[in-house]
T-cell receptor, first 113, second 115 residues
Framework: KQEVTQIPAALSVPEGENLVLNCSFT??????LQWFRQDPGKGLTSLLL?????REQTSGRLNASLDKSSGRSTLYIAASQPGDSATYLC????????????FGAGTQVVVTP | DTAVSQTPKYLVTQMGNDKSIKCEQN?????MYWYKQDSKKFLKIMFS???????INETVPNRFSPKSPDKAHLNLHINSLELGDSAVYFC??????????????FGPGTRLTVL
């Protein structure tokens, strides 16, 4: 059974520092991995999707890496801003299930001015 | 021009009542989902429909019944509401999977409180 873990559960950094968020999963047979952002009282916004054949994806200040064999993904956010404060969720789509995402519990990030 | 919309945004009701949550997407996607986010913020899939057909049903009590009148809509009906049903329910949709690029797009959520 696939389990997705995110460490740390919460993180507070001063503005300008780089953020490093970790996600680990127990079964390497995944179809893809997505990183989402959730703002309080709002829905999820997809940030990056990494296909199982890819090692990383980049979008602006965001970079996500994927190491399937070790069951890890890392989301890097460069030069953090107060607007980056949110909960970041990692989700894997298992290779044998059609469309089903399994989520980690998230990392709550606070960027202080 | 909202991509995935849900109504209502908030729902407060008494135990034992029956309620429905509606979801609509204007992205032209074939697949729609319902997720439940509990008080510990864990998101778990409940159902998935592809072209109006049920393809995922994750050990959800049969008090929960999804209905998809067409590809753009997936509604969730809940009978005999219980305290433990209190949660935020998210609807999502995704395009046909193509090389693993089936990003899921989420609605804003419906916060259900059962008293």
């Amino acid at each position: 059974k696939q389990e997705v873990t995110q460490i740390p559960a919460a993180l507070s950094v001063p503005e300008g520092e780089n953020l490093v968020l970790n996600c680990s999963f127990t079964d390497s047979a995944i179809y893809n991995l997505q990183w989402f952002r959730q703002d309080p009282g709002k829905g999820l916004t997809s940030l990056l999707l990494i296909q199982s054949s890819q090692r990383e994806q980049t979008s602006g200040r965001l970079n996500a890496s994927l190491d399937k064999s070790s069951g890890r993904s890392t989301l890097y956010i460069a030069a953090s801003q107060p607007g980056d404060s949110a909960t970041y969720l990692c989700a894997v789509r298992p290779g044998d299930s059609w469309g089903k995402l399994q989520f980690g519990a998230g990392t709550q990030v606070v960027v202080t001015p | 021009d909202t991509a995935v919309s849900q109504t209502p945004k908030y729902l407060v009701t008494q135990m034992g009542n029956d309620k429905s949550i509606k979801c609509e997407q204007n992205l032209g996607h074939d697949t729609m989902y319902w997720y439940k986010q509990d008080s510990k913020k864990f998101l778990k899939i409940m159902f998935s429909y592809n072209n109006k057909e049920l393809i995922i049903n994750e050990t959800v009590p049969n008090r929960f019944s999804p209905k998809s009148p067409d590809k753009a809509h997936l509604n969730l009906h809940i009978n005999s509401l219980e305290l433990g049903d209190s949660a935020v329910y998210f609807c999502a949709s995704s395009p046909p999977a193509s090389g693993g690029t089936d990003t899921q797009y989420f609605g804003p959520g419906t916060r259900l409180t059962v008293l």
